[in-house]
Structures are given as C-alpha cells and as structure tokens.
C-alpha cells in the first residue's frame, strides 16, 4: 500500500494499493484499505502519561531512567526485562535488543512473535538449517499443481494471499485444508480434512504413513538430499490411516485422496499456520509436516517445498535480529562463541559482557513480579495483557511489577496497566524496512507528520539509553540504524549485508541472504530460492526427524466436557488494540462471539444471538452465541482480538520453542438466561 495525503485540499489520509508488490500486487484486505483511520483517530495518545498524569518527554524519561536504575541496583540486570513486538520494524527490533543487551544488559528480553511463528521456525532450522517462513517467491504457489494448508485460514486472515490459490486452481491445480473448522478457506478447497482439536500430528503421521506405503515417496530424492529417512519410515509404521482415523476422526480414504493428489502433482506445496504451530506439541506437529514433505521430494525443487505462512506485519523480520531471548542479529545464536563475537565487535562491547540466553516469551511473563523474576518490564509494540495465555495469570504479573513501561499509539489494556505509557509514532509516520513471509526485505518510507508530541520508538530508546550512560551507539535515524544491522548480520543465517535502503527501492525488495561483495564484485542478487542445489545445514543435506502423537496437554473431561479453539476473523487483528478502535472494522464485528454447532446449541438451550458463559479452568467469558456447523459438534470457536478469550486459554508450552497451548483446551458452556 502507499498513502495519499489528501489534507491541502481538504481531504484526510488515504491508501492506495501498489501493484509493484508480487505479494499481493494491489491487493488489500479490509484492514489494510482502513489503516490510515487510526493516524488522526480521537484515540491516539499525544503525550506521554506518567501515573495517568501527562507530562513532558524528558520528565517521562527520566522517570523511567531512575527507575530502572534503582530496580537494578536492589534485584540485579534481569530484574529489568523488555517484551518486544513482531509488527515492528528490523530497525527497531534490531535497536530494541541491542539496547537490551548493551544498555540493559538483561538476558530478559522477548516478543509476542514467540507466540506465532515459533514451532514453525524451531521446525524449519532443526529440518533445513534456516528459517524463512517461504523459502520461495509467493508467486510459485500460483504455479503449483497441489497446495495443503494445515491450519491456515488465508480467507480471513491474508485475504490477498488467496489470489495466488486461485490462480494455482485456475490452472488445474488441487487445494487441500486441514481444518477442524469449515472455513472460508476450507469451503473453496478440493478436499477439506477435519481433525479433532489437537490431533493435527496424529493425522500428518497418518499421512506419512500413506505416503510410504503407497509408493508416493521419492526414494532418489531421499537418498540423495536427506538423512535420517529409515528413522522415520519405522517410527510411521504404526501410525497406518485407519488408526489416525480413529484418533483424528479423518476418514482413511481422505488421507488417501489428500497425499494423492499431492503424490501426482509435478509441483505441489505444503504450507502450515497457527492452526498447526500453536500447540504444545507444535514443534513436532510442523515437523512431521516438514517429514511428508520431504518424503514426497518437494524441498529444494523449484515450484514446490515445505513453507509457513507468517502471521504478523513483519513476523519474518521481527524473529531474525536479536528480539528474542535465544538470538543475536543476523538470525545467529546468542550461546554461540563466534556470534557473540562478530556482535560484540559491531557493538563496541566485549562478547563476555553480552548476557546469555533469556526466558522465552510466556515464562518472562510468567515470572513477572515474582521473587527472582523481572521486576520491571518495557513493552514495545505489543499488548501481552490481551494475547498472552491464561492472560488472568499475566495481567496479574503486569500489576505486581516495580515499574511497567509501555510503548503503543493508543491505550491498550496493557498500557492502561502501565506507571508510563509512551506515544509513539506508526507506520505512515516513519521510515523503515520490514521482511515478508517470503524473505523479502521491504522499505516503508515516511509519508505523514506524526502529531506534535509523538515520538518513534528509535527516539525513545535513544532518549533511555543516553539518560543511562549510553550516549553513543543508539541513534534514532532508521537508515542509520540499519546501515549497522547490516554489518551486525554480516556472515549470519540472515544475512542483510548486501541490503540498501537504495537496492531495496530500486528492486521493489531484496531476497535474504544477501551477503556484501567484495570491491570489484558484482552485487548478490539475492536468495529467492535458497534450497535449490543444497540445505542450510552443515553437510547440505536435510533432515527428517521421528516425532510422535501424543494428546492435548488439557484433554476435555466431565468438568470440562467441551474443547476451545481460537483463531481470527477478518475485520480484527492481533489484540484488536488498533482495530477495535476503527469503525468500519467495528461496524463488521462489534464484539466476541462464541460459536457453536447447531447439536451442542440444542443440548445447551441455546438460541442464536443468545448469550452463552464459557469457563476453563483458569478464566470465565461470556459472549454472543453464533451458532453454525462451521464448528464440530464437541467444540466451540472464540477470537482471541477481544480482552478476556485469553483468560480461558493453556499456558502449556511446547519444550524446543516455548509456544503455548492456544489452539485447544477444555472449557465448560452454558446458556446465560
């Protein structure tokens, strides 16, 4: 999109779709066509809010310098901790750790994408050695002859993305969803498999099994491109479709329809999302996904491959330059010796004064407040008191801390928890690159004025990390900033090396890796297709890696008799802070709803639009009954953009990336009379 300033001739802000962008070429969804109503919305915040009070910048900065400075003082570095966001910039997400590590020196630093992309990406570098949500061009899915979707629900969460399905069906190509929902998604696909809440492992075990026994796996391509292999087909023997079917619910004969029609297809894909990833078994649920795919040699051919479709406005970007509590810039390791040295030097810090790994993104939240854990925290571009689990627990946390600084443009409910709330400018207000789901680094330029009294948040960290002793090293200048990432990347998975904000202009986006050439070498032309002739690991070769099913992590009960699933619909996003707050978006979905079958509606006396109270073990809701057999008949669906779904959601974490349990749990529903 682009914005059109309309205001000399009376008009307000405006977008215009930009057709130079492969991703969607002029495509935007509601949300995107209503962005620009929040830039001169009533709600913005202007100045900062210290206690509620407005105040000025440097008393807001201050305040939060000496009190950082005395919460370290009493209880240590990691008594400090910073939550970041994946919707901010690789500037920022870049400033925001290094401000953490070197101003801070806290290992307590995280993001909510931990709470996206994370199983998929523990998946992907364990298989390939990298992680690169499409290690394609978007466009190849146009081309495919087959896609599988696992849990993605592209109709209403990337509505542009769907032209690229369409154009794969337009030319004869099959779609394949596996959803428990019938989804806007699933409703337009060749062959829709319906898994029971947290059993999407068992059925993509259940689909390995077909493919091997069936002849569909392409032996050469193992042979010659993979390891582990006869690992796997013994650990799948078991996993025969008429057994997965009577844990999924899947008819055998589906899975067999689904892994033909991927089996015979010259080119075909397999693309997971939320609906697969967030789970306590998450990890290994995206890598028996990975497995089928490389058993049916789609991996590393052109047009075809394993791929996760990202969630957040730059969840690719926001995971690769040091905001997470396991990583430095560049997508390296921050236990790594020879990491921490290239970092250190670009830093100007000795690599032993750089902390090691933190907690990831739920147990920093977790830990708030409590003897040993964070005792401050700074939020950045996030509203963990909305989209964490068992968020009851968390806003908790929130309130039992020394100090809770937040950043964000509006008052959302973790900034109404907040001693400081800091205006900060958005994306029409500054400059800046982001990375898309298919590894293409992309530059967002300024184009309006924020308000007098707003900041960015490379000012603010500037602003802090000057008042504690930082005076050089953190400038608020974005091309600045990035012009050190680039160096800070340098040689790592992600490197950016080769990336200008000139290149990027000129190219319409770069492709990651992009090393630097050497003086009198000719530009890299960047990495579209990064598996063509070998993986990411050390001997090139990828790996497949034996997982096994096992049940949700809160199974459903007599207590609890009904399980939970949550997603989004399409006019809110994330938290709902910024969508809530824009009419039309409002106007097409007003509040929280909870959806049910028309068989649980009747046992429950339930009528539609009546209002139904849903209870976990940790929370209580009540909301609107939709009433659909969208959903099965021993499940209801709510969306998570509202304050209080998160209260009934599991805190359960999957053990390699830290990912909570959101997609299934036990709740209890009755009718509010």
Not at 262 to 271: F, N, V, Y
Not at 424 to 447: D, K, M, Y
Not at 501 to 510: C, D, K, L, Q, S
Not at 639 to 649: E, I, K, Q, S
């Amino acid at each position: 999109m682009q914005v059109v300033d309309g205001r000399g001739g009376g008009g307000g802000i405006g977008i215009e779709a930009r057709e130079d962008i492969p991703a969607n070429a002029g495509n935007l969804c509601q949300k995107g066509w209503t962005a620009a109503a929040l830039l001169d919305s009533p709600e913005r915040l202007t100045s900062p809010l210290l206690h509620g009070r407005r105040v000025g910048w440097d008393e807001a900065l201050d305040f939060v310098a000496r009190r950082v400075r005395d919460v370290q003082a009493r209880y240590g570095p990691d008594a400090v901790a910073v939550f970041g966001g994946g919707g901010l910039t690789n500037e920022k997400a870049y400033l925001l750790g290094k401000f953490a590590r070197v101003v801070l020196r806290t290992s307590q630093i995280d993001y909510n994408g931990r709470f996206c992309m994370s199983s998929a990406a523990a998946a992907a570098n364990r298989a390939f050695g990298m992680d690169r949500g499409l290690p394609f061009p978007i466009t190849d899915i146009g081309r495919a002859g087959a896609v599988l979707l696992a849990g993605v629900n592209v109709a209403e969460t990337m509505p542009p993305f769907v032209r690229h399905l369409t154009r794969m069906r337009d030319g004869g190509g099959r779609l394949v969803v596996i959803d428990p929902r019938t989804t806007r998604t699933a409703r337009v696909a060749d062959l829709h498999l319906r898994p029971a809440p947290g059993t999407d492992l068992a059925l993509a075990l259940g689909l390995l099994h077909v493919a091997i026994a069936d002849g569909h796996a392409d032996l050469d391509y193992l042979a010659g491109r993979t390891t582990g292999f006869e690992r796997v087909r013994t650990s799948v023997a078991a996993w025969w479709p008429e057994r997965a079917e009577r844990v999924t619910g899947v008819p055998a004969a589906a899975m067999r329809e689904a892994v033909r029609i991927l089996g015979d297809a010259e080119r075909a894909m397999i693309l997971t999302g939320r609906g697969a990833e967030q789970h306590a078994k998450g990890t290994d649920t995206v890598t028996s996904f990975v497995n089928l795919a490389l058993v049916l040699g789609l991996p590393g051919r052109e047009g075809s491959g394993y791929g996760c479709v990202t969630g957040q406005g730059n969840g690719q970007g926001g995971r690769e330059h040091g905001q997470k509590a396991d990583q430095l810039p560049g997508y390296r390791k921050i236990d790594d010796p020879a990491a921490r040295a290239h970092v250190a030097s670009v830093w100007g810090v000795d690599p032993a004064d750089l902390p090691g790994p933190g907690r990831s993104a739920f147990e920093m939240l977790d830990a708030l407040g409590t003897p040993g854990g964070p005792r401050a925290l700074l939020v950045f571009g996030s509203n963990p008191a909305v989209s964490a689990p068992d968020a009851g627990r968390v806003a908790r946390g929130l309130g039992a801390l020394d100090l809770l600084v937040v950043s964000d443009i509006v008052t959302s409910e973790t900034a109404a928890l907040a001693d400081v709330v800091l205006p900060t400018t958005q994306w029409a207000e500054e400059s800046g690159t982001i990375t898309n789901l298919e590894g293409r680094v992309l530059l967002r330029r300024r184009a309006a004025d924020p308000p007098a009294g707003v900041r960015s948040d490379l000012s603010i960290l500037s602003g802090l990390a000057g008042r504690l002793g930082h005076h050089k090293g953190f400038p608020a200048d974005p091309g600045t900033v990035f012009g050190e990432l680039r160096r800070a990347s340098q040689g790592g998975i992600a490197d950016y090396s080769g990336v200008t904000y000139e290149r990027i202009a000129a190219e319409t986006g770069v492709f990651w890796p992009c090393p630097a050439e050497a003086p009198g070498e000719i530009a890299h032309p960047g990495t579209p297709r990064p598996f063509l002739e070998h993986f990411a690991t050390p001997d090139g070769l990828a790996r497949l890696v034996p997982v096994d099913h096992r049940p949700p992590a809160e199974d459903v009960d007599t207590d609890f008799p009904i399980y939970l699933t949550t997603g989004r619909v399409l006019a809110h996003y994330q938290s709902g802070a910024q969508t809530r707050r824009i009419a039309a978006l409002n106007e097409a979905s007003p509040e929280v709803f909870v959806e049910l079958h028309p068989d649980l509606a009747g046992r429950l006396g339930v009528e539609p639009g009546g209002r139904v109270r849903v209870r976990s073990r940790r929370g209580v809701v009540e909301a609107m009954a939709k009433v659909s057999p969208v959903v099965l008949p021993d499940t209801v669906f709510m969306p998570f953009h509202w304050d209080g779904v998160n209260r009934l959601t599991n805190a359960a974490l999957d053990p390699v990336s830290g990912m909570p349990e959101f997609k299934v749990c036990a709740v209890a529903v009755e009718r509010v009379a």
